[in-house]
């Protein structure tokens, strides 16, 4: 093993807003068990998972409840052991509903669960060692585990590339977390180092004896480094490497350029370079569920906001209602304009604290009007600074007219579809012009033609 910094970020473009890593340094504190979940049953990139309960049906913990539907989708498990009180439409938190779950649970099946955390035992080193790639890589299938940084992309399905895919030589491990306000990635690698390489060894034993990995992290985050660095020493396969703080160099494209200096073409996916990218939350996803058995019933989450006195970061059960959490830890401040989730660059705003957890839900945001302003928009004065900004090389001032006006042939000739709805454009505009959100119109143009 050996660290490195890498003083250059993936160029000249991209931006770096105000930190506000309001948690950084906050320790990771256990959201109470529920005892009620509402479990969304799309909880992937892909196709929502087929329901295996029926109302009146009663679960224990980290039962199937939910079985995937083809190689992009995701098994779903119940966090809570009791009984299933519907199976339909749910509240979710991006106002679009979707097909789910609910469970309740009562006070001896709440006395269960709580006993069987406490009598949790895990497989032993030499039975973790005689496992071979396949097997590893059906129980990370088996568990749900999807990319916890955002994406949701089924991990078992990028581990198992088509068989006419170049070789992966790289694995690359995303602990950037470049997005303002959220630091749970942060937070499970200053507490949790030695589980994440030990996720990430597996990881690399699913992939094969000659790929090599680089972790890499932002840095503004110099304890997670030297805490990843001295998990890692023993490691000869893994690197840590620190970056230059700069967003949004999580993304994938970016990533790739930083750690690796190859660069990903429009349209393709990092595996056309040799690279498989995975978020160091996903790792100790993959720990847990080979080392411990569990399947991807829990993540850590960054609960926000400068007049919000219970921020931190939390590990919550997938399918806790928003309501419950705000409960647990105060109310929504009367100061806040705005309840984001996830982040300020990429995350949706909400109505309100709808809906329950997902996999890759990693933050909740309570901002006022001085985190979030409400800005006028004004006409488009050709400065450049959306094209100097944009990581991908388009020009989103552009792009966000031919949407306007629904032109979608000249819309796919500038290449829309290579948008990463980064919001890059979005900040830098002085006429505060919601570039993204067009530009998301005209990729959905586009994909419909």
């Not at 306000?181 to 597996?202: F, K, Q, S, W």
């Not at 919601?434 to 998301?440: M, S």
Request: hydrophobic letters at 35%.
């Amino acid at each position: 093993m050996k660290h490195f910094s890498i003083h250059k970020s993936f160029g000249r473009t991209g931006v770096h807003p105000p930190e506000m890593k309001l948690t950084a340094g906050s320790p990771i504190k256990d959201m109470p068990l529920p005892r009620r979940v509402e479990i969304s049953l799309s909880q992937s990139l892909g196709r929502p998972a087929k329901a295996v309960v029926a109302a009146g049906d009663h679960v224990s913990r980290f039962d199937l409840i939910g079985e995937a539907q083809g190689p992009v989708s995701a098994n779903v498990h119940t966090p809570i052991s009791g009984t299933v009180k519907s199976v339909g439409r749910i509240e979710t938190a991006d106002g679009h509903g979707a097909e789910g779950v609910v469970i309740e649970a009562d006070d001896n099946d709440h006395a269960a669960d709580l006993q069987s955390i406490c009598d949790a035992r895990p497989l032993s080193e030499a039975a973790v060692a005689r496992l071979s790639a396949q097997e590893i890589t059906e129980i990370i299938r088996r568990a749900g585990i999807v990319g916890m940084g955002g994406a949701t992309f089924p991990t078992a399905t990028k581990l198992s590339p088509p068989p006419r895919s170049p070789r992966c030589e790289f694995l690359l491990i995303n602990g950037a977390e470049c997005e303002p306000y959220l630091t749970c990635d942060d937070a499970v690698m200053r507490e949790m180092p030695h589980e994440i390489i030990t996720g990430i060894e597996l990881i690399l034993r699913a992939l094969g004896d000659d790929v090599r990995c680089i972790v890499g992290i932002e840095d503004n985050k110099p304890q997670a480094i030297s805490r990843m660095t001295t998990a890692a020493r023993a490691h000869d396969r893994i690197t840590v490497a620190s970056m230059r703080t700069r967003y949004p160099q999580g993304g994938e494209k970016m990533l790739t350029k930083t750690l690796t200096g190859r660069e990903i073409a429009p349209g393709a996916l990092p595996i056309s370079q040799g690279v498989i990218i995975q978020n160091v939350s996903t790792a100790l996803a993959v720990y847990h569920a080979v080392v411990w058995g569990m399947p991807l019933v829990e993540r850590v989450m960054t609960v926000s906001g400068k007049d919000y006195e219970g921020r931190g970061n939390y590990r919550v059960p997938v399918g806790t209602p928003l309501k419950d959490i705000i409960a647990h830890l105060g109310e929504i401040p009367a100061s806040t304009v705005k309840i984001i989730n996830g982040g300020t660059m990429m995350g949706r705003a909400m109505a309100g604290p709808q809906g329950s957890t997902t996999k890759g839900m990693s933050g909740l945001l309570m901002l006022d009007a001085e985190e979030s302003p409400l800005r006028d928009t004004t006409p488009c004065v050709r400065c450049g600074r959306c094209v100097e900004v944009c990581p991908m090389g388009l020009e989103p001032y552009m792009l966000a007219k031919l949407s306007q006006h629904g032109r979608t042939d000249d819309l796919a000739a500038r290449h829309v579809t290579d948008c990463m709805e980064c919001g890059c454009c979005s900040y830098s505009c002085m006429a505060g012009r919601r570039l993204v959100d067009w530009i998301k119109v005209g990729k959905a143009l586009v994909r419909k033609k």
